[in-house]
């Protein structure tokens, strides 16, 4: 055994028995190392990726400031570089205001209440629209997912911030990408032909950072363009993806648990992914998502386009969406004396099961597993 207490608490933890050994008990390591991987899930590795998240962005906003706008002004007219500079503060601004919002505001939760149906986990009201999340530990309205990514879940409250947050990223990735082709062409693609970004005298007499970024050669350049440009075409291409599921599920009126739930197939799937615009309720769908329905005085570039805080139909009503589920009728068995059974309905009751656990069977199939995308 080691002699320092550090160690000794290390080997206790992650060795069963207090001498090494191969006949360790699984049940044990297993009580022992659960706890630690709990915390790691739940504490430590969503922070660390919404930290990792804004230090990309922070990142690549960085290295187009103080290395692609200005190698891209030898380029380009300065009127189209003056639009770009332009739309590029409008994404980032809407970026980073749509990615605040979706990490700080809630998913939003059922109020307390005893009414039924009851989460056998929160034992708090569980409408049909909600689901338990083990990571939160709590109960979320129109559940999409659990993100790690804004370490928190996405439902009624934030999905609209969530979703805005993807179309940027995929509009500003794909922007990037086809801004800076010359600065990778250049500077990745033929570097050391005497056009690199450390070339220039031009830059070179302008720039406060030209000698910081230069003086031990084009290889930090060469490296920050080449991975720059990569991870705007990664991201592109997941985000983008992911971003068109959203698109898929909003049109149709779904969120991503309630398709798993569902028995429909991979027809019905494959028929969403190809044709979401005909779903009956597609501008309904829109409309209530983002708060643009017809009696209010909103507008599209006022309220989307623009950074907005308004509140949408999709989470003032996420609560209520169900209750007529609620109110199904009850059946109530009599006259078993006449040895037949009659049923008295009674509208506006809640549903009343043998147990409280199989009224919410369907509804809680999917609590406990987490879906972290």
């Known amino acids: 055994m080691p002699r320092f207490p550090f160690a000794k608490r290390c080997s206790s933890l992650f060795f069963c028995c207090r001498r090494f050994c191969l006949r360790c008990d699984a049940d044990e390591c297993f009580e022992r190392i659960f706890p630690l991987v709990d915390f790691m899930i739940r504490k430590v590795l969503g922070r660390f990726l919404f930290i990792l998240l804004y230090l990309l962005l922070l990142f690549i906003l960085l290295v187009t400031v103080t290395i692609v706008i200005p190698y891209e002004s030898l380029h380009k007219p300065q009127w189209s570089l003056f639009l770009l500079i332009l739309f590029a503060v409008y994404l980032v601004v809407n970026l980073f205001f749509h990615f605040n919002k979706a990490c700080r505001v809630k998913p939003g939760s059922p109020a307390k209440s005893d009414k039924h149906p009851l989460c056998y986990i929160c034992q708090n009201y569980k409408p049909m629209n909600a689901h338990h999340c083990s990571i939160c530990n709590i109960c979320v309205l129109n559940m999409d997912h659990h993100c790690i990514w804004i370490n928190q879940c996405v439902g009624a409250d934030n999905h609209r911030y969530f979703f805005q947050f993807l179309v940027f990223v995929t509009v500003g990735c794909l922007t990037f990408v086809f801004a800076a082709f010359n600065t990778f062409y250049y500077n990745y693609w033929r570097a050391f032909t005497n056009k690199m970004f450390c070339d220039s005298n031009t830059l070179a007499d302008f720039l406060p950072w030209f000698d910081f970024l230069c003086t031990r050669g084009p290889h930090f350049i060469i490296s920050s363009v080449f991975f720059t440009y990569l991870l705007c075409i990664i991201v592109f291409l997941l985000v983008g993806s992911l971003l068109y599921w959203n698109f898929v599920l909003i049109s149709c009126g779904e969120t991503y648990l309630g398709i798993l739930l569902q028995s429909g197939g991979f027809g019905r799937i494959w028929h969403m992914l190809l044709f979401p615009h005909r779903h009956p309720r597609f501008r309904e769908n829109w409309r209530s998502f983002l708060g643009l329905q017809r009696n209010s005085r909103r507008s599209l ?73």
């Open 301 to 373: 570039w006022r309220h989307i386009l623009l950074p907005s805080s308004h509140a949408t139909p999709y989470s003032l009503n996420a609560a209520s969406a169900f209750d007529e589920e609620q109110q199904r009728l009850v059946t109530v068995k009599t006259d078993t004396e006449n040895g037949c059974s009659t049923t008295h309905q009674q509208e506006g009751t809640p549903l009343i099961a043998d147990s409280p656990q199989s009224s919410t069977e369907t509804n809680n199939a999917a609590d406990g597993n987490i879906l972290m995308i």
